[in-house]
């Protein structure tokens, strides 16, 4: 082989490497010295392309620089070792990049796939099927472990078929998933008053009027939870607060009164009386709310107008 040729196949090979080299500069910029070693240990090991780049590309070279001075088995050597390494390099990019494509396909598949089955579960649920939903549920979440949507449906479902132990695990799970979840501590206040925990089912809700103060729902379940424990003054300030919110919420009003009368409170219960009226004017209750706050004695609600009158 003459001289030429062999210095012309030496210059191709290096415009082979130079190539490589700028294809995935910014690639192996970033790279780590541990991820180099790394591909070193890993790519290099591969048969089929030690065996192609010794046929294409190394025996050529090799037996080039068998022909040169000394100093090119030194070069040789470190050329070699290069254009194993940049090849490698260019293997383990084709395979980050097909590992994206394919994790990004199977992503979209997986979150279509819990998609649908939420959907079905949902409607499973609404004809009352609990066993099939159940299981939809069930496998929703194990396409998507941290599907909050399903673990919220799986919860109302256990909900709704009074299995308080279920329900309260579900939702328990939801609060390791997000803890600043006020809505699903309010669903563990829901779940342990059904189940009779009410000093449980205070705790749950409080939680959640922490969190998040604006939840009118709350503020009414824990004053029902409050006059269940006769705790009468701390339901009629969750019941302020929850009219604060909703000044004609018929609900809010007619607990007000409720509790209004319970404490004796008459301006308060003549208050909520005629607002009750004038939102619900239906109401059929009205006739006998009005005589139960008539009969509250003046003295009990007016001590204030006397003090002043004094």
């Not at 050529?60 to 390494?85: A, D, S, T």
């Not at 990049?97 to 997986?110: D, E, P, V």
């Not at 279920?166 to 563990?188: D, F, G, P």
């Not at 919420?249 to 009750?276: C, F, Y």
Request: zero cysteines.
């Amino acid at each position: 082989m003459s001289t030429l040729l062999l210095l012309f196949l030496f210059l191709g090979s290096l415009g082979g490497i130079f190539f490589i080299i700028v294809r995935h500069m910014p690639a192996v910029a970033s790279l780590k010295p541990e991820e180099l070693v790394h591909i070193r240990h890993q790519q290099l090991k591969s048969e089929i392309l030690l065996t192609r780049f010794q046929r294409v590309v190394i025996t050529p070279v090799e037996n080039f620089l068998k022909n040169i001075q000394p100093w090119g088995k030194r070069f040789g050597e470190k050329f070699y070792r290069l254009l194993h390494l940049l090849k490698a390099l260019e293997h383990y990019y084709e395979k980050v990049s097909l590992q994206k494509q394919r994790t990004a396909t199977n992503t979209n598949t997986i979150t279509n796939n819990a998609e649908q089955l939420l959907l079905e579960a949902e409607s499973l649920t609404e004809k009352g099927l609990y066993d099939d939903a159940e299981r939809k549920y069930i496998a929703a979440i194990a396409l998507d472990p941290k599907s909050v949507l399903a673990y919220e449906g799986l919860g109302e479902l256990y909900f709704d078929r009074k299995d308080y132990a279920a329900a309260r695990e579900t939702y328990a799970y939801i609060v390791k998933l997000n803890e600043r979840s006020a809505a699903a501590h309010a669903r563990l206040g829901a779940i342990a008053s059904a189940s009779g925990n009410l000093s449980e089912a205070e705790k749950d809700y409080t939680k959640a009027l922490e969190l998040s103060g604006d939840l009118v729902s709350s503020h009414i379940d824990l004053g029902i939870v409050h006059q269940t424990m006769e705790k009468h003054e701390e339901a009629l300030q969750n019941f302020l607060k929850a009219r604060e919110l909703e000044p004609k919420n018929p609900r809010v009003l007619d607990l007000l009164l409720a509790t209004a009368i319970i404490l004796g409170k008459r301006s308060l219960a003549e208050e909520m009386l005629a607002a009750l009226a004038e939102t619900n004017p239906e109401n059929q209750k009205l006739e006998e709310l009005q005589k139960r706050v008539a009969e509250i004695p003046e003295e009990i609600v007016e001590d204030k107008k006397v003090r002043r009158k004094k």
